[in-house]
């Protein structure tokens, strides 16, 4: 059964800083992994969709990288803004058809 | 607005009442999937249908749930006789196939407070 790890649970930084958010996961026969995006009271998202072929995978100032060996994604985030403020899903999925979930890292960055 | 579109957004019921919530995927999607948000939780897996197919209810909970998807109409979630512990977030999302390598789309949302 899949399992999804997401450290740190929480983070707060300043304006400007890049940042790394730690996504784990303990199978990793995997075929592909996301990350989403949730806002408060919203719903979720895509930001970036990594094959198993792909080693990392990029969108504006996000870049996402996958290894599979070691079981652990990570997101990073260039030049973080006020507006990248929110909750950051990693999910890998159980079988073709469901998505295991990680709990989320709560960003807030600081203006 | 082509996305998943959830109704109601929030929904407030009384212990022992029916809840009934509504999603109409992406327009030429025929794969929906159910998750719930449990409050201080992530998001779990509910069910996984086709049109007219409940596919994989691996997620669902035995009793008082259920889904469907028919041929015409929305995907309708039902929780009969809801109680205290039902109150979380319902997302519903689509895929054009299985999501295996392709993104799927979730909606906003249905917010269910259980009173």
């Known amino acids: 059964k899949q399992e999804v790890t997401q450290i740190p649970a929480a983070l707060s930084v300043p304006e400007g800083e890049n940042l790394v958010l730690n996504c784990s996961f303990t199978d990793s026969a995997i075929y592909n992994l996301q990350w989403f995006r949730q806002d408060p009271g919203k719903g979720l998202t895509s930001l970036l969709l990594?094959?198993?072929?792909?080693r990392e995978q990029t969108s504006g100032r996000l870049n996402a990288s996958l290894d599979k060996s070691s079981g652990r994604s990570t997101l990073y985030i260039a030049a973080s803004q006020p507006g990248d403020s929110a909750t950051y899903l990693c999910a890998a999925p159980e079988t073709a058809r469901q998505l295991t979930f990680g709990s989320g890292t709560q960003l807030t960055v600081l203006p | 607005n082509a996305g998943v579109m959830q109704n109601p957004r929030h929904l407030v019921r009384r212990r022992g009442q029916e809840a009934r919530l509504r999603c109409s995927p992406v327009?030429?999607?025929?794969?929906v999937y159910w998750y719930r948000q449990l409050p201080e939780e992530g998001l779990k897996f509910m069910v996984y249908l086709q049109k007219e197919n409940i596919i994989d209810e691996s997620g669902m909970p035995k009793e008082r749930f259920s889904a469907e998807f028919p041929k015409e109409g929305p995907s309708i979630l039902r929780i009969q006789q809801v109680v205290r512990g039902d109150s979380a977030a319902y997302f519903c999302?689509?895929?054009?196939?299985?999501?295996?390598?392709?993104?799927?789309?979730f909606g906003e949302g249905s917010w269910l407070t259980v009173v």
């Open positions: 999302a689509s895929s054009p196939a299985g999501s295996s390598g392709n993104t799927i789309y």
């Open positions: 327009k030429g999607h025929s794969h």
């Open positions: 990594i094959q198993s072929s792909q």
